[in-house]
């Protein structure tokens, strides 16, 4: 089922969007950045008080808007977070898994709330509040102090989480919602006793995350200005990365391949329906397991756009890795390569913001590699919407996309409209999306 992403173009806050060029934060390379901040986790109580960020509407002569604990906790789904585990779907999955209360197990409190250690909660503190400012802006011990100061580098050093700056924002997130191998681990036996796919995509889920924060003049001088495709680029390399170190964590449940990091309608496919064919870009014989390759086919076409230099050798990673079933040493050496390919394009994209030109290069290439490789399952196909509504989302605030705008949009919305159910997902109405919005482009 699609049900959480919906056309998003049309909803484009112009202003947010349109030119080059963002400031960067100093953020440390190479490891991930979630694991630094060991602060205490004040509550919510804490950033909620009227004078703070708990006001009823937003200020007008404030960088902030005031009201943020009123969007999040009247409208964005991390608040409610917690509260899911004590619905009847929760119960069944926990029954089915045999774990006892969902809501007490670390197995869902780890995505669902802002499980943190006993010892890191402070007086103020409720599990039941789920996913919290602080699970996404770092625990406030130290920072709450300084941060009202308004000196921002201070506060990041203070535990402050650059949620503004793509990579860290990507890694966060991702954490969650591609999950990993340590505190927020999903497995298919999670998924058999019922929890949704996850599927994600950094700059949809940010677009539709009901925002808090406004991006405008302020706030640009202040953070910089970042741009969607960054954001949108970032998140396919970084989840590119995360999946590729969780199928190295866990590769097997048992005696079998971990199903999680494979393509579902692989196996959950109507047998009568015979779709296979193969898919020139991976070439990989008919019956073979299939990982979800849809992020790491992503990081290809981002790089093919913005770094060609790099897009063969990760290509060539890429299928080495693909092949599922292999000696485990060679296995290692093909993963340490893929990861150092991705890790090359995600320096390249923390240092350089993309532009235009290269805006439409990669919609060019999400479009033409789609037609070659058909997108026969559906999260490919899913992502590969995804990527193409963000983009031109960009383009079209840029107004790249003035003469060709109506039937660009038909095409978008024929993408989409093929994704309605994934049950019965056509690659041949997907195909036909692309094919619009390829005859549209042509006339740019
Ligand atoms: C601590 C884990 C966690 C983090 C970090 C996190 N999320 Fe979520 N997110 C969740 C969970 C769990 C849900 C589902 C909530 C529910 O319905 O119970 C969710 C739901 C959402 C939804 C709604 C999806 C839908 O189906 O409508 C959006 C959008 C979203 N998250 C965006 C983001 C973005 C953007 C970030 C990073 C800035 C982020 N999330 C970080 C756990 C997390
Ligand atoms: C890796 C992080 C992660 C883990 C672990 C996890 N969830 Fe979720 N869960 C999510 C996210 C993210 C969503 C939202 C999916 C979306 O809409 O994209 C979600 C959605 C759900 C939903 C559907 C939302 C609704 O409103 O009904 C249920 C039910 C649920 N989770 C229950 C559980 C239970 C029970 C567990 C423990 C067995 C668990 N989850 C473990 C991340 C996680
Ligand atoms: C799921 C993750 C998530 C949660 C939960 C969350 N935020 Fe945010 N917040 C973000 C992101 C992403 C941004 C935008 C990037 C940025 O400016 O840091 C942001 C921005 C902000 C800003 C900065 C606005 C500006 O103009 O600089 C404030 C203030 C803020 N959030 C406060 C809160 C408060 C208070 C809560 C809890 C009531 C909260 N946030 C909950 C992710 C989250
Ligand atoms: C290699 C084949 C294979 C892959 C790939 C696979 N699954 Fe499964 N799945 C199975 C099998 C086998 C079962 C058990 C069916 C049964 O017990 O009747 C199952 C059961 C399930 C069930 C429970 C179905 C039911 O009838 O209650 C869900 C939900 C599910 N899988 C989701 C997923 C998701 C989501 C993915 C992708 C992340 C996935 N599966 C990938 C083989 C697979």
């Not at 191998?181 to 058999?192: C, L, Y």
């Not at 890795?321 to 394009?345: G, P, R, T």
Request: include cysteine; aromatic fraction near 6%.
């Amino acid at each position: 089922m699609f049900s959480m992403v919906e056309f998003i173009l049309e909803r484009t806050n112009k202003k947010t969007v349109s030119a080059v060029g963002f400031l960067l934060i100093t953020v440390c390379n190479g490891t991930t950045l979630l694991a630094k901040n060991d602060y205490k986790h004040l509550g919510v109580p804490s950033c909620s008080d009227s004078t703070c960020h708990g006001a009823n509407v937003k200020f007008v002569d404030s960088n902030v808007l005031r009201n943020e604990f009123r969007v999040w906790n009247e409208s964005d789904p991390h608040a409610r977070a917690y509260a899911t585990l004590l619905n009847s779907r929760s119960k069944k999955i926990a029954e089915n898994l045999g774990i006892g209360n969902a809501a007490a197990a670390d197995m869902c409190l780890g995505c669902h709330a802002d499980n943190v250690a006993i010892d890191k909660r402070g007086a103020e503190f409720d599990i039941v509040d789920g996913v919290t400012c602080e699970s996404c802006h770092g625990g406030g011990e130290a920072y709450l102090q300084i941060h009202t100061s308004g000196d921002h580098q201070a506060s990041l050093s203070k535990g402050l989480y650059p949620t503004e700056d793509p990579r860290a924002r990507a890694e966060l997130c991702v954490s969650c919602h591609v999950g990993n191998e340590s505190d927020r681990k999903i497995t298919h036996e999670i998924m058999g006793a019922g929890h949704p796919r996850l599927s994600f995509e950094l700059n949809t889920f940010s677009s539709i995350q009901p925002a808090h924060y406004e991006v405008d003049s302020d706030y640009i001088e202040r953070k910089g200005n970042i741009t969607e495709l960054q954001v949108w680029a970032m998140g396919q390399v970084v989840a590119a990365r995360q999946f590729v170190s969780n199928v190295e964590s866990f590769p097997k449940a048992g005696l079998f391949p971990e199903l999680v990091h494979m393509d579902c309608l692989g196996c959950h496919d109507e047998m009568s329906k015979l779709t296979w064919s193969k898919n020139p870009l991976i070439t990989l014989p008919a019956g073979a397991l299939r990982y979800n390759d849809s992020y790491l086919l992503s990081s290809y076409q981002v790089a093919k756009a913005v770094v060609p230099e790099l897009a063969i050798p990760l290509l060539t990673d890429i299928k080495a890795f693909l092949i599922v079933n292999e000696s485990e040493n060679s296995h290692d050496i093909k993963v340490k390569k893929l990861d150092a390919s991705l890790e090359k394009v995600e320096r390249h994209l923390s240092k350089s913001p993309i532009t235009v030109v290269e805006g439409l290069n990669i919609l060019a290439t999400l479009v033409d590699v789609g037609l070659i490789s058909s997108h026969r399952d559906y999260a490919s196909a899913e992502q590969s919407a995804m990527a193409i509504n963000s983009v031109l989302k960009v383009l079209d605030a840029d107004n790249e996309l003035s003469r060709s705008r109506g039937d660009v949009v038909a095409g978008v919305n024929t993408l989409y409209s093929s994704l309605k159910d994934e049950d019965n997902y056509s690659s041949v109405e997907f195909v036909r999306g692309l094919k619009k919005i390829r005859q549209a482009l042509g006339t740019l």
